[in-house]
């Protein structure tokens, strides 16, 4: 299958015709990565990605034939085998770019079925490229390439999801019901309580924040406006009554979370209610309400920590039935006090934590989930004896190291990368030491980082930290009429 296409649609594009020249440092280690790249072989995956990453990474410095031949690599990289996956990555890449002709045109030549895809490979790519392309602000095209989707409830629900995005960067103080007011009649209950105080977790985090996209309340709550995002979260607790009943406990995990993190602790007390036990006679798929339940006290166990109150905190252990469910609780309490700066009883909490997972592990509490609270507490050692006595996965390494470089102890999170990770044969290590470069590289520090990366004898690994090493030197345009 060919693409070149999408090569041509950019012929006629409008971007600039050259890098600023303070980005000349960005472009010769982009230069680098990709020559490092084009000699990677095998994992296709891994190729058609990084070559997706510097088509963006070009198009933002203006080389519009750099991304060109960029995005060329990426569609000449794609595995017949893994194609379905590989077309994801490309049309995300396409979004986060706004380019909704160029998406469309991709995912005209996707066929509905593929032989390494259940999946309809052609309606997720226009699933994904339209939520990017919200991501990215550009509300229109992600409206156009959602109104291609071939499934009516699909298509549906990504233009809901679209202008959710959209109410909520527009959101201004105290002007929420106006930013939502174009949608909010055709809404169901849930999708509304969802718009005001985000999605249902899936349950498997760390922390009780939420991302900034994740509904008006949070939005309103870091712009300062705490006031009406209260206003905003009592409306969506009062709409739970009017959600449907198999809706209805996950949604009330939503509210206690925003709820909390306003500190309106006695207000989300009031919905754990809502949060019915299971019904023995009918078996639960999934995350059961058990799960949700305890979830929900572990968002106010944090928010009583945060006021001070850790004795309330610590009596909500006693509503668990077993170790594993109080780890779990231990964890979030933990957190919440190194937060506070308690930093010795959120090691006697973590401590706490990790023996009474150790003799529960089949509780909800989960071994990587522990380990990157406690890296997220600022206790990167601990993290880390934590995360080899329970002989983490390399995601959780990655997330630790994540910790490490965001402190700034860049030369100690390359050494647990190189302690815990593989040199050749770990997959998360390549995508680690960019993360690693492009933070080092954007706390000023890109000679140094250019100087290890230099000495890496892996392809996929060179590749990876130039990539990083670009784009933590790379500098956005300055904004017209800024300073």
């Given at each position: 299958?060919?693409?070149?296409?999408?090569?041509?649609?950019?012929?006629?594009?409008?971007?600039?015709?050259?890098?600023?020249?303070?980005?000349?440092?960005?472009?010769?280690?982009?230069?680098?990565?990709?020559?490092?790249?084009?000699?990677?072989?095998?994992?296709?995956?891994?190729?058609?990605?990084?070559?997706?990453?510097?088509?963006?990474?070009?198009?933002?410095?203006?080389?519009?034939?750099?991304?060109?031949?960029?995005?060329?690599?990426?569609?000449?990289?794609?595995?017949?085998?893994?194609?379905?996956?590989?077309?994801?990555?490309?049309?995300?890449?396409?979004?986060?770019?706004?380019e909704a002709?160029?998406?469309?045109?991709?995912?005209?030549?996707?066929?509905?079925?593929?032989?390494?895809?259940?999946?309809?490979?052609?309606?997720?790519?226009?699933?994904?490229?339209?939520?990017?392309?919200?991501?990215?602000?550009?509300f229109?095209?992600?409206?156009?390439?959602?109104?291609?989707?071939?499934?009516?409830?699909?298509?549906?629900?990504?233009?809901?999801?679209?202008?959710?995005?959209?109410?909520?960067?527009?959101?201004?103080?105290?002007?929420?019901?106006?930013?939502?007011?174009?949608?909010?009649?055709?809404?169901?209950?849930?999708?509304?309580?969802?718009?005001l105080?985000?999605?249902?977790?899936?349950?498997v985090?760390?922390?009780?924040?939420?991302?900034?996209?994740?509904?008006?309340?949070?939005?309103?709550?870091?712009?300062?406006?705490?006031?009406?995002?209260?206003?905003?979260?009592?409306?969506?607790?009062?709409?739970?009554?009017?959600?449907?009943?198999?809706?209805?406990?996950?949604?009330?995990?939503?509210?206690?979370?925003?709820?909390?993190?306003?500190?309106?602790?006695?207000?989300?007390?009031?919905?754990?209610?809502?949060?019915?036990?299971?019904?023995?006679?009918?078996p639960?798929?999934?995350?059961?309400n058990e799960?949700?339940?305890?979830?929900?006290?572990?968002?106010?166990?944090?928010?009583?920590?945060?006021?001070?109150?850790?004795?309330?905190?610590?009596?909500?252990?006693?509503?668990?039935?077993?170790?594993?469910?109080?780890?779990?609780?231990?964890?979030?309490?933990?957190?919440?006090?190194?937060?506070?700066?308690?930093?010795?009883?959120?090691?006697?909490?973590?401590?706490?934590?990790l023996?009474?997972?150790?003799?529960?592990?089949?509780?909800?509490?989960?071994?990587?989930q522990?380990?990157?609270?406690?890296?997220?507490?600022?206790?990167?050692?601990?993290?880390?004896?934590?995360?080899?006595?329970?002989?983490?996965?390399?995601?959780?390494?990655?997330?630790?190291?994540?910790?490490?470089?965001?402190a700034?102890?860049?030369n100690?999170?390359?050494?647990?990368?190189?302690?815990?990770?593989?040199?050749?044969?770990?997959?998360?290590?390549?995508?680690?030491?960019?993360?690693?470069?492009?933070?080092?590289?954007?706390?000023?520090?890109?000679?140094?980082?250019?100087?290890?990366?230099?000495?890496?004898?892996?392809?996929?690994?060179?590749?990876?930290?130039?990539?990083?090493?670009?784009?933590?030197?790379?500098?956005?345009?300055?904004?017209?009429?800024?300073?």
């Amino acid at each position: 299958m060919r693409f070149n296409f999408l090569i041509l649609l950019w012929l006629t594009s409008s971007l600039t015709a050259a890098p600023a020249p303070d980005n000349k440092a960005t472009e010769e280690a982009l230069r680098q990565a990709a020559d490092a790249l084009a000699k990677v072989k095998g994992d296709s995956r891994a190729r058609v990605g990084l070559w997706c990453e510097v088509t963006i990474l070009r198009y933002k410095l203006g080389d519009r034939r750099g991304s060109q031949a960029a995005l060329r690599e990426a569609l000449t990289s794609v595995d017949k085998n893994e194609a379905a996956e590989e077309w994801r990555m490309i049309g995300s890449a396409l979004g986060r770019l706004g380019e909704a002709e160029a998406t469309l045109d991709l995912a005209d030549a996707i066929p509905d079925k593929t032989d390494d895809s259940p999946d309809n490979p052609r309606q997720i790519v226009l699933q994904e490229a339209a939520s990017q392309t919200a991501g990215a602000r550009q509300f229109e095209a992600a409206r156009k390439i959602a109104d291609t989707i071939p499934d009516e409830s699909a298509r549906t629900q990504t233009r809901q999801a679209v202008s959710r995005l959209e109410a909520v960067s527009k959101l201004r103080k105290a002007d929420s019901e106006e930013a939502i007011r174009p949608i909010w009649d055709s809404l169901t209950a849930s999708q509304k309580v969802s718009m005001l105080v985000g999605r249902p977790l899936a349950l498997v985090g760390i922390d009780d924040t939420a991302p900034p996209e994740d509904g008006i309340a949070i939005a309103l709550l870091n712009a300062k406006d705490k006031a009406e995002a209260k206003r905003v979260s009592l409306k969506a607790l009062a709409l739970l009554s009017d959600v449907e009943a198999n809706r209805r406990a996950a949604l009330a995990v939503a509210v206690v979370r925003m709820l909390c993190r306003l500190d309106e602790v006695a207000e989300a007390r009031k919905v754990l209610p809502l949060i019915p036990p299971a019904d023995p006679k009918i078996p639960e798929k999934g995350v059961t309400n058990e799960t949700r339940a305890m979830y929900a006290r572990a968002y106010i166990a944090a928010a009583e920590v945060r006021a001070g109150r850790d004795e309330a905190a610590t009596a909500l252990l006693k509503d668990c039935k077993r170790k594993g469910d109080e780890a779990l609780l231990l964890q979030f309490i933990a957190l919440a006090q190194a937060r506070a700066g308690r930093k010795d009883a959120s090691k006697a909490g973590f401590a706490k934590a990790l023996e009474y997972h150790e003799a529960d592990p089949a509780g909800l509490c989960l071994s990587p989930q522990l380990a990157c609270a406690q890296a997220l507490s600022g206790d990167i050692d601990g993290a880390i004896r934590t995360a080899a006595k329970l002989k983490c996965n390399s995601i959780t390494w990655g997330e630790i190291i994540s910790r490490q470089t965001a402190a700034g102890d860049f030369n100690g999170a390359r050494q647990t990368a190189n302690d815990h990770l593989d040199r050749g044969s770990n997959p998360s290590r390549p995508s680690v030491l960019r993360t690693i470069a492009a933070r080092q590289a954007k706390a000023g520090q890109g000679e140094e980082v250019r100087a290890w990366a230099g000495k890496l004898e892996n392809n996929l690994e060179r590749a990876n930290a130039f990539l990083g090493l670009a784009e933590g030197l790379w500098r956005e345009p300055a904004q017209p009429g800024g300073k």
